[in-house]
């Protein structure tokens, strides 16, 4: 059965809107809880949390648990890198930034049409064959968000590859823009145990419309925390499922359904498909709040937070002013945070969306939903 993976992706923050702004204290607590029953794998990245996420991993675990205690999964950022003399710094940074003189695991970090120029125009596949073979990292492995047809391809000019990390999740399985099943066959043609990210889509499958929840609810009395992931653990060949939990309350919910983890029988799979029917019905927007897309956005704009929001607000369909309307003024009224509006539709953003979303149209939307005079917007 699979086991539970701890993604440092979106660690709790002191400061919501300050993604530096790691509760390291919370964070020790959440590893503490999640090595004492047992679990030990750690996956972290060059850009999570703007490079935190890694010092993170230092504080949290390096420095205070014997190196034979854990396992770390670590990424080459090949999305980032345009020039050969970028691979060996790009590598000695991550090294420093966690304290570690190599990694378990490492993968080429979402190797897909947008971070060709970092693995085709660089032969980072080389370099990271040259790691393995000097033992700097033990496992070589990817991951992506490309489409099937692009992931076979790619596996099948690179057979030194031992493991491959996935987004999966019951909402993704039929998606003919993620492919998680499509994708999810391709790791099995060629073997690989496979890496679950996302199953629980970026938190968005913890709190699902009411009318997905009554569907769950009139089964059996499971959370959805544990529907999704029980999900993922009926598939063959998924060895790690990673929880990108943000508090010690989701970390102990999480090990909880670990704990005594069951596959979905054919009738929950039933059940499961109506509720999944329910939650895309009321879906606007699919973003997993990555923040992939916001480093590169020339306005600053978060669009993770800005999508939050405006999905809320679609959910419920309420008419007037309001909550969720007056959290989007309140929040784009401080200083620094870009409105909807100020989108320039350059595109930056979409090559960096591992969900292909059409980003600027939906901040039209946005700025559309909430931009407005009910809300003290002058409209010109």
């Known amino acids: 059965m699979a086991k539970m993976g701890f993604g440092l992706m979106r660690l709790p923050l002191k400061d919501k809107d300050d993604i530096k702004s790691i509760d390291y204290d919370q964070v020790c607590d959440m590893v503490d809880e999640y090595m004492s029953r047992g679990n030990k794998y750690f996956d972290t990245a060059f850009g999570y949390h703007d490079g ?37 710094p790009s590598f000695e ?39 393995l073979a000097e033992g700097k990292i033990k496992h070589l492995g990817m991951s992506s968000h490309a489409d099937a047809e692009y992931i076979d391809n790619i596996l099948s000019k690179h057979p030194e590859l031992e493991f491959i990390q996935l987004q999966i999740n019951y909402l993704d399985w039929e998606s003919e823009v993620i492919q998680s099943k499509k994708c999810y066959e391709v790791a099995r043609k060629y073997n690989l145990p496979i890496i679950i990210m996302e199953p629980l889509k970026g938190g968005f499958l913890t709190n699902i419309p009411e009318e997905a929840k009554k569907i769950l609810n009139d089964y059996n009395d499971d959370s959805p925390v544990k529907w999704a992931l029980r999900f993922c653990a009926s598939l063959e060949g998924v060895e790690m499922i990673l929880s990108g939990v943000n508090s010690l309350e989701q970390m102990k919910e999480n090990l909880d359904v670990f704990d005594d983890i069951t596959p979905l029988n054919n009738e929950e799979m039933e059940v499961l498909k109506k509720a999944t029917e329910a939650i895309k019905s009321k879906i606007t927007v699919p973003c997993t709040k990555c923040n992939y897309c916001v480093e590169f956005c020339p306005q600053s704009i978060n669009i993770p937070k800005i999508f939050d929001i405006y999905n809320s607000e679609m959910i419920e369909q309420a008419d007037g002013y309001t909550a969720f309307g007056n959290a989007y003024c309140n929040y784009i009224r401080v200083e620094g945070n870009g409105f909807a509006s100020d989108c320039i539709e350059c595109g930056a953003c979409i090559k960096q969306c591992p969900q292909h979303i059409d980003i600027p149209s939906f901040l039209v939307d946005v700025k559309n939903r909430f931009e407005t005079e009910l809300y003290g917007f002058k409209q010109e």
Do not use: C, W
Not at 62 to 87: F, G, M
């Open 52 to 88: 935190f996420s890694q010092d993170a991993l230092r504080k949290a675990v390096v420095e205070r648990y014997p190196r034979d205690s854990y396992i770390v999964a670590n990424k080459l950022p090949i999305y980032q890198i345009t020039k050969e003399e970028e691979l060996i």
């Open 93 to 131: 940074e991550e090294l420093e930034r966690t304290g570690l003189e190599y990694f378990d695991y490492y993968l080429m970090h979402n190797v897909s049409g947008f971070s060709e120029p970092g693995f085709i125009g660089v032969d980072s596949f080389k370099y990271a064959n040259e790691l």
